[in-house]
């Protein structure tokens, strides 16, 4: 069977343009979804407010990325259009048009619906006008000792030139003018050590802290506003005559030439500082910004009017998580505590992995036991080495402390830190040090390739041999994220995994030609070819007279030869249901092309992210856990693993409580229509016998999503 062969016939089939969504219109309905979680009245309102920034932080990173590179194709002419027809510049008019839409009703939501319901609850956020003269002079005495020393005015003239704007940072762009009557542009920043909401009561009340304890209260205004109200003190004997808030996204998409790098560590390091000096992909300002000042800002910036966003509201939309730190639970979802086996506290974790399997879904269970498994390792005599891939492990790391722990120890510490996991860079860069300090093998990985597979393995020297302990993850080794994000974790000692993660690590760290991996998938070397070959042979069996069954739960589906494939799958009648938490190119619901494929996006408290493939089989169900996605990056451009379920304990609780209780969401859950467009799918299905809420559901039943299949 040449399956290259097949899927290329399979793309030219299927590749009518009218046959896929675009990439990024798709990721902006995703965002659109993340909004209507804000717009959601019957969450509490800080969390609210919790899903309105991530909104806001979700649109800064889109720009960053996404859209500068659309910019990027257009300026060098590129004419080529995506898979769904549309040239980068239709992209690009069509996704200005969605997000200018989105901004609208963010932005109404955070003056009608947000403030208002916050002051019901003692939260006010007020403009300085509001405040009386005593606290004005308060504020003002704060001003002159915390922030005024902190601030630099940078004046533009033709002595001058227009000062550097850094990535991300609040501006006030400033008109003064002298006793001669001339008139001069000046750029003051907001300074991003300081919160850009200022709780004021603990400024200018003496008592706050005993009143809160009796009734709570929390006063703000916004930081840029104190400063907006003191700028005579940065422009002595001059006349302000306006002043308005900017912000400017630039591209961070940085590219390394590894092939040409002799020490990739200090490339990324320089690219790293490169970064901030991207071009300017998007100017946000305030509602009543003059029409003179903002051509300067376009003129200076070197952009153009469509790369404007006019606000009627917060700049920076982002910056109003910091409300949802504030102590008042009652204003926020149920705190929830994740379920933490007493197997763990009873047993030796080398033990109980040897009796078994283990699966671990977090957040509902606990990260801990992957942290004391590492730790335990690093202290344990009996373990030889430990070799694990890093990804995204954030700061103060405990599970890169125990690593540098077990090379302090002696033991063989061999650890591949990819350094290219965007915007972790610095992170992993100080990492990386930290383990070579202490002698760790520490591995860039392959040249042009990221590294995003997720395993461990332990070497351990026991009575009877040598043994070896994996895990393997569809999420990152990050105690921060493992409470946001949903995600799987196996543990295992099946001699044959484990020899086979042994052959992804020579893979990996030295020279290896090595093809098959066993019961592994590896991308880029045969993670594609298996998939389609399980979906061929769903397709097979159904012909053959038997059914055909298939869910996929991804972040993304954006790889066309993948779709043709699901799209063939669907014609010859294997019933497909996608659940699809971010970006689907697939059109589901099209007569002849996709029937039988269903598309659901589930948006909720966590961040849907575990990756599980089931093919029917004929009754010999398989289940497959993977850190990847089906997208040409990660198909095709990165190292991914996928690995089987072989525990049928385990496989029937993926199959029957994990996606089963995936696919009966009917609150969370946002059906993909054949328009492109996604609606609630409590608001499509009118008779309804049961609510699902599949994330509550597992919170009360996190004890189910901890399985041992040993004894």
Not at 6 to 24: A, G, P
Not at 446 to 465: D, Q, Y
Request: charged share 25%; proline share 4%; glycine share 4%.
């Amino acid at each position: 069977m040449d399956l290259k062969h097949i899927q290329s016939e399979l793309l030219k089939k299927y590749s009518s343009s009218k046959n896929f969504i675009n990439r990024d219109l798709s990721w902006i309905e995703f965002n659109g979804r993340v909004l209507e979680e804000a717009l959601n009245k019957n969450l509490p309102i800080l969390d609210r407010v919790k899903f309105l920034s991530i909104f806001g932080s979700n649109l800064d990173e889109f720009y960053m990325i996404r859209i500068s590179g659309l910019k990027e194709q257009i300026q060098a002419n590129i004419s080529e259009p995506s898979i769904d027809g549309l040239s980068s510049k239709e992209t690009l008019q069509l996704a200005e048009i969605k997000i200018q839409d989105q901004l609208k009703r963010a932005m109404n939501l955070w003056n009608n619906e947000i403030i208002p319901e916050l002051t019901k609850y003692n939260i006010f956020i007020k403009s300085i006008r509001e405040l009386t003269d005593n606290e004005k002079e308060k504020l003002r005495k704060f001003y002159y000792d915390e922030i005024y020393p902190v601030l630099t005015p940078l004046a533009f003239d033709p002595g001058r030139p227009f000062p550097y704007i850094s990535n991300l940072s609040l501006s006030l762009a400033v008109l003064v003018q002298n006793k001669k009557g001339e008139k001069h542009f000046a750029r003051v920043k907001v300074p991003s050590i300081l919160p850009r909401l200022l709780q004021i009561d603990q400024i200018i009340n003496p008592n706050y802290n005993k009143e809160i304890a009796k009734k709570f209260k929390a006063t703000f205004i916004w930081l840029g506003d104190l400063i907006l109200d003191n700028l005579d003190t940065l422009f002595p004997g001059l006349e302000i005559l306006c002043a308005h808030r900017f912000r400017i996204t630039r591209d961070t998409d940085i590219e390394i030439q590894e092939d040409e790098a002799d020490d990739l560590l200090s490339v990324i390091e320089e690219n790293i500082k490169q970064r901030k000096f991207g071009s300017v992909v998007r100017l946000e300002v305030e509602k009543n910004m003059p029409e003179s000042m903002l051509e300067t800002l376009i003129k200076n910036l070197q952009i153009t009017r469509e790369d404007v966003h006019i606000l009627d509201g917060p700049i920076g939309i982002s910056s109003i998580m910091q409300l949802y730190d504030l102590p008042v639970p009652e204003l926020k979802e149920k705190p929830f505590y994740p379920f933490y086996p007493k197997l763990f506290e009873e047993e030796n974790i080398f033990n109980i992995i040897s009796n078994g399997d283990v699966l671990l879904h977090h957040p509902y269970v606990s990260f801990n036991p992957v942290i004391d498994f590492i730790s335990a390792a690093a202290k344990d005599p009996k373990v030889l080495a430990i070799k694990q891939t890093l990804y995204r492990v954030g700061p103060n790391s405990p599970i890169v402390k125990a690593l540098i722990e077990a090379a302090d120890r002696g033991k063989q510490v061999a650890a591949l830190v990819e350094l290219k996991a965007r915007f972790d860079e610095e992170n992993n860069i100080y990492w990386a040090r930290e383990l070579e300090k202490v002698g760790a093998h520490v591995v860039y990985g392959l040249i042009g390739l990221k590294t995003h597979a997720k395993m461990t393995l332990i070497v351990r020297k026991e009575s009877n041999g040598v043994r070896r302990y994996a895990h393997l993850s569809t999420g990152n080794y990050n105690p921060v994220t493992a409470k946001i994000y949903t995600d799987i974790g196996l543990f295992t000692s099946n001699e044959e995994i484990c020899s086979n993660i042994n052959d992804v690590f020579n893979y990996l760290t030295g020279y290896s030609c090595k093809d098959d991996f066993g019961k592994l998938f590896v991308a880029p070397i045969n993670l594609n070819e298996n998939f389609l070959k399980l979906i061929l042979r769903e397709i097979e069996n159904v012909k053959n007279g038997g059914s055909g069954r298939i869910i996929l739960k991804m972040n993304s589906l954006v790889d066309p030869g993948m779709i043709s494939a699901l799209y063939e799958a669907s014609c010859n009648g294997v019933k497909i249901d996608l659940l699809i938490r971010g970006i689907c190119c697939l059109i589901p619901g099209i007569p002849n092309l996709s029937e039988n494929i269903k598309v659901y996006s589930i948006v909720g408290r966590f961040l849907e992210h575990s990756r599980i493939f089931y093919f029917y089989n004929n009754g010999a169900e398989e289940v497959y856990l993977s850190s990847a996605d089906f997208m040409q990056r990660n198909l095709f451009r990165r190292v991914e693993i996928a690995f089987p379920i072989l525990s049928e304990k385990i496989k029937r609780n993926l199959i029957e409580i994990v996606l089963d209780t995936c696919l009966k969401d009917n609150i969370k859950a946002r059906i993909l229509n054949s328009d492109g467009n996604y609606k609630l799918r409590k608001e499509l299905e009118k008779e309804v016998n049961e609510y699902v809420n599949s994330q509550e559901w597992f919170m009360e039943n996190s004890e189910s999503l901890f399985v041992f299949n040993g004894k």
